[in-house]
């Protein structure tokens, strides 16, 4: 599969408002020519910063009730109101998506802090897989790159596609690991190694190199590889070229999230992962466009499907942490959280093996050939 074919889209990330106060008056600054023509206004941001205990009231007359007040308090303390608010708003949601001013009847702030507790241990454990991921990914650049193309085969601008600047390549290497001397007391221990015993080459090998490197650094490398190339990692890995190109994306798009403590849960990524042919029944959905119209998607932007791809790769990888099942652990111990809001579906009980999806498709061709020898007119009926 080409890489051209990774899809992408819009990357701006909706911040969810403040449950505050009704919205302040926008108040307007006219601004005119020396003619006195109307030029432009300002809308001007006026919301003020509450106190905890403000934030207290202001949530309990939106209609949130509140079992321990001293408990709520502690948890805005530490979890930060507008965060709170984050994760509340699928309890003021209105039609159409738009933000009701109260919160849903029976709405308790138990159930919200419940949602945030969950999906910081989703974090964690995401971050341990991604940890796996990340670390055999790297290992799979020097194992075949470098034992085919030599230790420093990233120097060379043929292994990568036409059109890459190779330059500005080599420029984010040597501030990712420090090259320059203003930054040695950054160096990692290897890094400071081989810059202080060996002139030539100027950059350390692959195998130091690539352990350095952030991830969405090394996923952008292999984007830019000659294809003959990338076939060389993604058979290292038991996977096909333009399926790792897309996991690559979803795997650093997901680590950032995670790194920086977003909200993960009921997000709606930026990145829809391409996914292999044997599962696109399982994923198959039936949507309704802008134009209301019934389209066929294979996969969404949700967290089942982002995880799908963790769950592969740490199949190819060969890891058997049973991270799955620590997966539902995690989801048994919060049964309140809506897994529809993750793209789960209802009864989710795992992922199809690929000997499960391989039967699947066995059984739809053999229906669809049902299908066709039973719409065909018998000739000797007719007449």
């Known amino acids: 599969m080409p890489h051209s074919a990774v899809k992408r889209v819009d990357r701006s990330h909706p911040v969810a408002h403040i449950l505050g106060q009704q919205d302040p008056p926008r108040l307007s600054l006219e601004r005119r020519t020396m003619a006195g023509f109307f030029m432009s206004s300002v809308r001007i941001f006026a919301k003020p910063a509450l106190s905890v205990e403000q934030q207290m009231t202001h949530l309990k007359s939106r209609g949130l009730t509140v079992a321990d007040e001293v408990a709520a308090a502690r948890n805005l303390r530490a979890i930060g109101f507008f965060r709170f608010c984050g994760y509340a708003l699928p309890w ?10 109260a919160f849903s009847p029976g709405t308790c702030f138990e159930d919200i802090v419940d ?3 969950f999906d910081r241990k989703l974090r964690t454990h995401l ?12 290992a799979a ?3 075949t790159l470098g034992a085919n193309d030599g230790a420093h085969w990233f120097t060379d601008p043929s292994r990568f596609r036409a059109g890459h600047d190779h330059p500005k390549l080599i420029e984010r290497i040597k501030q990712e690991i420090g090259f320059d ?6 160096r990692d221990d290897s ?7 060996y002139d030539e080459p100027e950059l350390p090998p692959t195998w130091i190199v690539f352990e350095v490197l952030s991830l969405g650094t090394v996923s952008r490398i292999y984007e830019n590889l000659v294809p003959s190339r990338q076939k060389i990692i993604a058979k290292e890995i038991g996977v096909n070229r333009g399926l790792l190109a897309s996991w690559l994306e979803v795997v650093t798009v997901m680590r950032n999230y995670c790194a920086h ?6 997000r ?9 042919n044997a599962f696109h029944p399982y994923f198959r959905r039936t949507v309704t466009n802008k134009h209301n119209a019934a389209v066929v998607e294979i996969g969404d932007f949700k967290l089942h499907t982002q995880i799908f791809v963790i769950v592969k790769l740490l199949e190819l990888i060969n890891d058997n942490s049973q991270w799955v099942d620590r997966l539902f652990d995690l989801l048994e111990n919060h049964p309140k959280v809506d897994r529809i809001a993750m793209g789960f579906p209802l009864h989710w009980t795992g992922y199809p093996t690929d000997a499960e999806m391989a039967e699947l498709i066995e059984k739809e061709k053999t229906g669809k050939r049902l299908l066709q020898a039973s719409s065909r007119t018998n000739p000797l009926q007719e007449g």
């Open 261 to 266: 403590h977003a909200r993960i849960w009921n």
């Open 141 to 143: 650049f020097s194992n």
């Open 268 to 276: 709606h990524f930026p990145v829809k992962p391409e996914l292999p």
């Open 127 to 138: 971050l341990e897989a991604i940890e796996r991921i990340e670390v055999a990914v790297r």
């Open 92 to 101: 003021r949601q209105g039609v159409g998506g738009t933000k009701n001013p």
């Open 115 to 117: 949602v945030a507790d």
């Open 191 to 197: 890094i400071r190694d081989y810059l202080s015993n």
């Open 181 to 186: 001397a203003r930054n040695r007391l950054k």
